[in-house]
């Protein structure tokens, strides 16, 4: 399949997944053999290796199902996430609700190996399967006036019972400017390890910006209107003096509370070392243009 953006990592560094599945039993069985050095060459190669499936799918921020990292494992079973329908509005040629299998249809999906750092300075590498953003925004026709992409997770108490409390503001609400929603780098995903993304992980389609602090990434989206105002966002809402709009991962801006320098990598046990937050999380050749003479410490 033909990927247009290309990985600091070429396709051939991408350990394929059986390969990487089995990585552990071919590590311990050269251990056990007293051979655990010719495994390095190859580890060293994979700069990106995907997190476990149970760190990904268990350790979540979905306010909508809790506060705890735990809960939303817990409860998003409550979600039902078929028929799912997605209102495509404002700016657009083509508005409408769109069912989620007629897009799913019309993509191209593909598997997209990205870090992922959330705003609380810890991190995961996450292997997910979705489809460029653009390819839907290009698919409703997006107007010559429209300049930002609004985004909103769904409303539904009674099958998200956090929404029952007022944590934050429901629901859900973020939002990029267009050229950020078109960059190549933004994807839709739908899947995690070639496998249906599951419902704590923001069923069936949730917005992934790998160079955003994780809350950018919107969960299970309703709704996506084109607008020429910068969106309303629900951190900003929450806490305007800590969150701002553009929310990109810069270690030389730090949390009010506390240093965006370096970030915890979840996983690797009680002994992970931290490691150091790069600029736009890694992918500052492919987007360190969309801020040219921008003030960063005043637009984070
Ligand atoms: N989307 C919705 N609707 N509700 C949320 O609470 N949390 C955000 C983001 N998207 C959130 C959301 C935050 S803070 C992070 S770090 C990521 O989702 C977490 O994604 P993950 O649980 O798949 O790792």
């Given at each position: 399949?033909?990927?247009?953006?290309?990985?600091?990592?070429?396709?051939?560094d991408?350990?394929?997944?059986?390969?990487?599945?089995?990585?552990?039993?071919i590590?311990?069985?050269?251990?056990?053999?007293?051979?655990?050095?010719?495994?390095?060459?190859?580890?060293?190669k994979?700069?990106?290796?995907?997190?476990?499936?149970e760190?990904?799918?268990q350790?979540?921020?979905?306010?909508?199902?809790g506060?705890?990292?735990?809960?939303?494992?817990?409860?998003?079973?409550?979600?039902?996430?078929?028929?799912?329908?997605?209102?495509?509005?404002?700016?657009?040629?083509?508005?409408?609700?769109?069912?989620?299998?007629?897009i799913?249809?019309k993509?191209?999906?593909?598997?997209?190996?990205?870090?992922?750092?959330?705003?609380?300075?810890?991190?995961?590498?996450?292997?997910?399967?979705?489809?460029?953003?653009?390819?839907?925004l290009?698919?409703?026709?997006?107007?010559?006036?429209?300049?930002?992409?609004?985004?909103?997770?769904?409303?539904?108490?009674?099958?998200?019972?956090?929404?029952?409390?007022?944590?934050?503001?429901?629901?859900?609400?973020?939002?990029?400017?267009?050229?950020?929603?078109?960059?190549?780098?933004?994807?839709?995903a739908?899947?995690?390890?070639?496998?249906?993304?599951?419902?704590?992980?923001?069923?069936?389609?949730?917005?992934?910006?790998?160079?955003?602090?994780?809350?950018?990434?919107?969960?299970?989206?309703?709704?996506?209107?084109?607008?020429?105002?910068?969106?309303?966002?629900?951190?900003?809402?929450?806490?305007?003096?800590?969150?701002?709009?553009?929310?990109?991962?810069?270690?030389?801006?730090?949390h009010p509370?506390?240093?965006?320098?370096?970030?915890?990598?979840?996983?690797?046990?009680?002994?992970?070392?931290?490691?150091?937050?790069?600029?736009?999380?890694?992918?500052?050749?492919?987007v360190?243009?969309?801020?040219?003479?921008?003030?960063?410490?005043?637009?984070?």
């Open positions: 399949m033909a990927h247009r953006w290309t990985n600091d990592l070429t396709h051939a991408i350990t394929p997944k059986s390969v990487f599945l089995n990585r552990r039993q590590m311990a069985g050269l251990a056990g053999l007293g051979l655990a050095g010719l495994a390095a060459p190859a580890k060293a994979v700069e990106l290796v995907p997190s476990d499936w760190v990904i799918t350790y979540n921020n979905f306010y909508e199902f506060t705890d990292k735990s809960d939303p494992a817990k409860h998003a079973h409550m979600l039902s996430t078929s028929p799912w329908t997605i209102t495509i509005d404002g700016m657009v040629d083509r508005p409408g609700d769109y069912n989620v299998a007629d799913m249809s993509m191209t999906i593909e598997e997209r190996i990205y870090r992922f750092r959330c705003v609380e300075a810890w991190s995961m590498v996450v292997p997910w399967n979705g489809f460029e953003l653009k390819d839907l290009d698919l409703v026709g997006v107007q010559a006036d429209a300049k930002y992409v609004a985004m909103e997770t769904l409303f539904r108490p009674e099958e998200m019972p956090g929404q029952k409390y007022q944590t934050i503001k429901w629901p859900y609400v973020e939002g990029l400017r267009l050229d950020e929603a078109m960059h190549p780098l933004t994807i839709m739908s899947g995690i390890y070639g496998k249906t993304i599951p419902n704590q992980n923001g069923a069936p389609l949730r917005l992934v910006v790998p160079w955003k602090y994780g809350f950018k990434s919107i969960k299970s989206v309703v709704r996506i209107t084109l607008t020429d105002q910068e969106p309303t966002t629900s951190w900003n809402t929450a806490n305007a003096r800590e969150y701002k709009f553009y929310s990109n991962v810069n270690p030389s801006v730090d509370r506390w240093s965006q320098s370096s970030e915890r990598p979840i996983g690797g046990g009680l002994f992970t070392k931290r490691k150091p937050t790069l600029m736009f999380n890694g992918y500052e050749k492919e360190a243009s969309l801020y040219e003479g921008m003030d960063l410490r005043k637009n984070f």
